[in-house]
């Protein structure tokens, strides 16, 4: 018998996805080329907020804001499902020296964010690491960051739990089977597989995989590379974000800082240069850095969309064929929104938002 579901791709979006899926009852099993969860879901750095929220449009904000309160509690039902904790880590975030910082206090009294001007010497007090010579700041209180690679490995280790869900890993899907008009399953390396419905939630490669069914996703690689040191556990108590770029500590000392965007296909090979232009951007944030050891140094392919809107719904004229996936910056931080709007529109129970400014329709080209 034909399962439920069949996600194919294993990110934080495909696992989310699946996990509440399942949870719902179907019968659902997640395909993933690799190990589930090592490509951009693991290199991201896990703040669970837009970098310039005011800088996106009310589609992203939406999920966002749905994400950001229900962050907590999926950090809660995870650690206490698996034991695993992932590690939602609530430390505020400082932007230092924006150049929109009107525009950016007027959004946030206009959304009721917590997003407030604050004196530099306030914060020189709050984060007495900081390098030297900014001007001013801007504060919001209770964003927190997630520890995605925890994130992942809990929610597979929750999916492995659960007797309605496969785990098909190290298989990659090269296309879609059809009959009469429908999307039936997938073909992969090891055989056909199919179901009554098929989700892609295959990030940056979701478009070459639409492709084959002769559709143009504007879902394109984008490239970011981020480095790692290791400090004491309380080195910095708080993100912070100055000039694109960013440092989030984690709960045991770990400082990530970040990151790069480059449009260069699918290459994530790190670079050099790249590693040069962090550590130089890491020094002059928390100048304390440049006796510190960069411990890890990645990157990662981010699903770049038009204004960074995701792909949520089903794919006209493909019946049994959805979409989630086109999160480009902000994937970690929407997955509980996406993931649970896609499972409302799977189930028609009402939506927790509205979801026409998600929906394939209208926003998929033909090759
Ligand atoms: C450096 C960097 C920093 C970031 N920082 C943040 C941040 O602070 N906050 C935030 O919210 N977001 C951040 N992001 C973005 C976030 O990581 C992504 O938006 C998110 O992880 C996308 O999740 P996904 O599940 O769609 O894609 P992915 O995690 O890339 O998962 C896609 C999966 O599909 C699988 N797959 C692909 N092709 C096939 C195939 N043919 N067959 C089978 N499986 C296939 C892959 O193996 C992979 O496991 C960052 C990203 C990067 C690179």
Known sequence: MAMDVLVVGGGAIGLLSALNLARKGLSVTVVDRQHAGGESSWAGGGIVSPLYPWRYGAAVTALAHWSQDFYPRLGEQLLAQTQIDPEVFVTGLYWLDLDDQAEALAWAKAHQRPLQSVDITSVYNAVPVLGAGYQQAVHMRGVANVRNPRLIKSLRAALLAMPNVTLQEHCAVSGFSQEQGRVVGVNTAQGALRAERVVLTAGAWSGELLATLGLDLPVEPVKGQMILFKCAADFLPSMVLAKGRYAIPRKDGHILVGSTLEHCGFDKTPTDDALASLKASAIELL?????????????????????????????????????????????????????????????GNAPIIDPAPYAPQGRLGVR
Request: charged residues 10%; hydrophobic residues 45%; aromatic residues 8%.
């Open 287 to 347: 100048p304390a850095l440049a006796d510190a050891e960069v411990v890890g140094h990645w990157a990662g392919l981010r699903p770049g969309s038009p204004d960074g809107v995701p792909f949520i719904g089903p794919v006209p004229g493909f019946a049994g064929l959805w979409l989630n996936c086109g999160h480009y910056r902000n994937g970690l931080v929407l997955a509980p929104a996406s993931c649970q709007l896609l499972t409302d529109l799977m189930l």
